[in-house]
């Protein structure tokens, strides 16, 4: 935005109205032109940061996750393929880091993504190997080395992460709760839960955060992540409500509430005698 430095001292200082005038318009040329190109670059910074981010992610097979699945034998191509990746249009990776998953009887370190539609749960191929080559007791909430990368990341890009648990969705099933006890000795907690149509929770996940100022700033993303996605599923069904509209004024089609009537009626006209039987 420096460029508009020179632009707006000759706009002070101009003596006619109509030159100003002019002024002002080109002004607001260049300035939608950055906001442009500035969007521009940072869908293309995105979309480099989830590419990379495909390249360290290590995604097991399904049978892997969960070892009660049992696979068809005509399925294991299916699932032996491994087509997973993140560089989908509209995702933003928005924060990233160490949790410790609370889990029956240990806690898990974790590296958590958080997208704007997904929380993934990792752990990095260091710590896995740290541990297999030593037994270390950590503390609940223990915050691994390095979480943080000094390039300005999120991440440590040098690093492998595998995928630990399927992604969390983020969208209005899911809810965050405030843990004040200390689950199994753990500090800084909160649990994130998911419902169904029903009302019914099919996950619980609780993490236990390093410190609480970190526990407040992942409650206030995944709040607002929520949120977001929330105003997006709002926004697509007004889209589709209103290229489905009923009065279809000013398109040029036929309103959708009088072409149901008329094929209706078309029906009504049909003997009964004449009219497909739908009956089992």
């Given at each position: ?25 080109t ?56 087509q ?7 995702r ?19 590296y958590c ?33 390095g ?9 440590d ?14 969208d209005?099933n899911?809810r ?14 909160i ?24 526990k ?17 599923q ?15 004024e000013g ?23 004449y ?6």
């Amino acid at each position: 935005y420096s460029a508009l430095i020179p632009l707006l001292y000759i706009q002070k200082h101009l003596p006619g109205n109509g030159s100003r005038r002019e002024l002002v318009e080109t002004i607001d040329t260049i300035q939608e032109s950055l906001r442009s190109l500035e969007s521009k670059l940072n869908t293309l910074q995105n979309f480099q940061r989830l590419q990379e981010l495909d390249n360290i992610l290590i995604w097991p097979k399904i049978d892997a996750m969960d070892k009660s699945i049992v696979i068809p034998e005509e399925l294991k191509e299916v699932v032996s393929e491994d087509q997973s990746t993140l560089c989908s249009d509209g995702r933003h990776l928005h924060h990233a880091g160490p949790m410790a998953l609370i889990e029956n009887p240990k806690c898990t370190e974790v590296y958590c993504f958080l997208f704007d539609d997904m929380l993934l749960m990792t752990r990095s191929n260091h710590s896995i190997r740290k541990r297999s080559s030593q037994k270390i007791d950590h503390p609940p909430g223990h915050v691994m080395a390095g979480a943080f990368d000094t390039s300005g990341g999120l991440y440590d890009a040098e690093q492998r992460y595998i995928v630990y648990k399927n992604p969390i969705p983020i969208d209005g099933n899911l809810r965050i709760h405030d843990i004040s006890s200390n689950p199994g000795g753990s500090k800084n907690c909160i649990s994130l839960t998911t419902t169904n149509r029903l009302k019914y929770c099919t996950s619980l996940h609780t993490f236990s955060l390093p410190t609480p100022e970190t526990k407040i700033a992942w409650m206030a993303l995944l709040t607002k992540a929520i949120s977001d996605s929330q105003q997006q599923q709002t926004f697509r069904k007004q889209k589709f409500s209103d290229s489905n509209s009923v009065d279809g004024e000013g398109d040029g089609r036929e309103p959708l509430k009088s072409t149901i009537q008329k094929r209706i009626s078309v029906v009504n006209k049909i003997p009964k005698r004449y009219r497909p039987s739908y009956s089992t």
